[in-house]
């Protein structure tokens, strides 16, 4: 979803205008609301967007009781059903020219209504939204280790020209580059002194690319560079201080969670393990199972745990929060230790949010 800062000041004002356009869900509660509910407004750092009510609830979020978001009579259940299939109908047609016309055509809709009813429940228009999932696909392609070329007639661009004006804004590199896992790309990095031993952060000028802990710098740098061996690695020990910063500050239990850009490859699965890591509530855990579930998958438990066990931004993608069926906390590639110890902290941290914001409340009603 784009335009958060928008989002966001609909939420500050309770603008009843903007209920049906998405809702947003409050990561310390795992509570979702519409932009109008009349609970006291969260911070922002705890807030996420989502465009419909059902993509909160994969994500693991429930409905707020007070403003019951999935009853809004903004939008019935017959119009969401509508757009889905429009979203269905756009996929299946990325190689054809498909106007608003054609469109509306098969579903029984007027284009005017149809355009409008589109970007009021998705958020943006039915040409944005065939853009938006005609890049995705080609980046998962490339991901799977597909030939630019193959991946671009696949994912429907028909035409180079088409793909090349369009890739560098959304991939931050050529699309060759990018399946060569970032050749020629410059990373910089810096290893500092944390709760949690010494701290390696990595990125590249999109993003967090690499985050390690450790004991011995040079075994993190090993890593790093293991990690990226085509790309240019330099030590940069000033560059990075607002990004090392809001590591410091999570890892002192300054705040429940990081909120930072990441620039990362991954296969399309392992994206979809990591959102929905992103998803969980600090304070709190998921089983592998669970997490499966979320995604549509319920027998890939395993293949959740390869893609936690793969994540190359750890806190930043907090794979320390899903844990075994049983409870028990499990692996963590930076050992046991420090996954109980964040755990413990991230509990802390968020009852220490929410204790906050019950006296906030409660000075106001005093008032």
Wanted: overall charge positive; hydrophobic content about 35%; proline content about 5%.
């Amino acid at each position: 979803m784009t335009n958060e800062a928008t989002f966001w000041q609909a939420v500050l004002s309770r603008d009843r205008n903007s209920d049906g356009s998405f809702v947003y869900g409050v990561r310390s509660t795992g509570i979702y609301c519409r932009p109008s509910c009349p609970s006291r407004r969260p911070r922002r750092e705890q807030v996420v967007f989502f465009p419909l009510p059902q993509v909160a609830e994969q994500a693991g979020f429930r409905a707020c009781r007070r403003c019951q978001p999935r009853n809004f009579d903004g939008y019935t259940n017959e119009q969401v059903a509508l757009i889905h299939q429009a979203c269905r109908v756009i996929e299946a047609h990325l190689d054809d020219d498909l106007s608003l016309a054609s469109l509306g055509a098969q579903l029984h809709i007027s284009p005017h209504h149809l355009q409008r009813s589109f970007k009021r429940i998705i958020g943006i228009t039915p040409r944005q939204y065939a853009e938006t999932y005609r890049l995705g696909q080609f980046k998962n392609r490339l991901r799977e280790g597909e030939s630019v070329t193959r991946a671009m007639y696949e994912a429907g661009y028909g035409s180079s020209s088409r793909l090349y004006e369009r890739a560098p804004a959304h991939l931050g590199m050529t699309p060759t580059a990018y399946r060569k896992g970032g050749l020629g790309m410059h990373i910089r990095y810096t290893i500092v002194d944390s709760p949690l031993g010494r701290l390696l952060v990595a990125a590249t000028e999109r993003g967090i690319c690499g985050v390690s802990l450790g004991d011995a710098d040079a075994a993190l740098e090993a890593s790093l560079r293991g990690e990226y061996p085509a790309a240019q690695i330099q030590r940069d020990e000033d560059g990075l201080g607002e990004w090392v910063s809001a590591f410091l500050s999570y890892l002192n239990g300054r705040q429940p969670d990081l909120h930072l850009p990441v620039d990362v490859q991954a296969t399309a699965f392992q994206w979809q393990v990591w959102e929905a890591l992103r998803a969980i509530p600090a304070g709190n855990t998921r089983s592998y199972s669970e997490v499966a579930k979320t995604l549509g998958h319920p027998q890939a438990a395993r293949a959740v745990a390869r893609a936690c066990a793969t994540n190359p931004v750890a806190l930043v993608i907090p794979c320390h929060r899903v844990v075994r069926e049983n409870g028990d906390l499990g692996g963590y590639r930076w050992g046991i230790e420090r996954k109980q110890r964040l755990l413990a902290q991230e509990k802390a941290a968020a009852q220490s949010v929410d204790s906050e914001e019950t006296l906030e409340a409660a000075e106001l009603t005093i008032s």
